[in-house]
């Protein structure tokens, strides 16, 4: 499942990203805000987000939007089994999930239109993980991080 939420700084972009998404009938779960609510905080969506990815982030992925989307990442990144990854073009969509196996996907929505909005979530969720020993490592160190915590 996907699950996807923004603070008022991502409303707008990702009312229209929820549209697009119905459009390619991508399967996914609104965890809000569903009204537009001036001087929300970012936390308090990442983390519905994060919860939800952490219960099995293999299969769950999560995007989130705001501003920066730099806070949302922060927020999510708080979450055992969460790697997530601030994402401004298609090229790094693809690093994140191929090299790093991100599963939230944060988007600034400040400095990215609809256009390259839809253009990297659809390269982001076609991405599939790589298999490479090496990528594969690596996420492996960072999953015994996470006991150590």
């Given at each position: 499942m996907i699950y996807i939420a923004s603070d008022h700084g991502g409303f707008k972009l990702k009312q229209q990203l929820l549209t697009v998404l119905r459009k390619q009938n991508?399967?996914?779960?609104?965890?809000?805000?569903?009204?537009?609510?001036?001087?929300?905080?970012?936390?308090?969506?990442?983390?519905?987000?994060?919860?939800?990815?952490?219960?099995?982030?293999?299969?769950?992925?999560?995007?989130?939007?705001?501003?920066?989307?730099?806070?949302?990442?922060?927020?999510?990144?708080?979450?055992?089994?969460?790697?997530a990854a601030l994402v401004w073009n298609t090229e790094q969509a693809v690093l994140s999930r191929n090299d790093d196996m991100a599963n939230v996907l944060c988007l600034p929505s400040d400095f990215i239109n609809l256009k390259q909005a839809?253009?990297?979530?659809?390269?982001?969720?076609?991405?599939?993980?790589s298999t490479d020993t090496r990528h594969m490592r690596r996420v492996q160190k960072i999953t015994r991080l996470e006991k150590f915590l």
């Open positions: 991508v399967e996914f779960k609104d965890l809000g805000p569903t009204k537009y609510k001036d001087g929300d905080d970012y936390p308090d969506y990442a983390v519905k987000v994060a919860k939800q990815v952490s219960k099995n982030p293999v299969t769950n992925l999560g995007i989130l939007l705001c501003r920066s989307g730099q806070g949302v990442c922060i927020v999510a990144n708080k979450f055992s089994g969460v790697r839809t253009a990297i979530v659809k390269t982001w969720l076609d991405t599939p993980f």
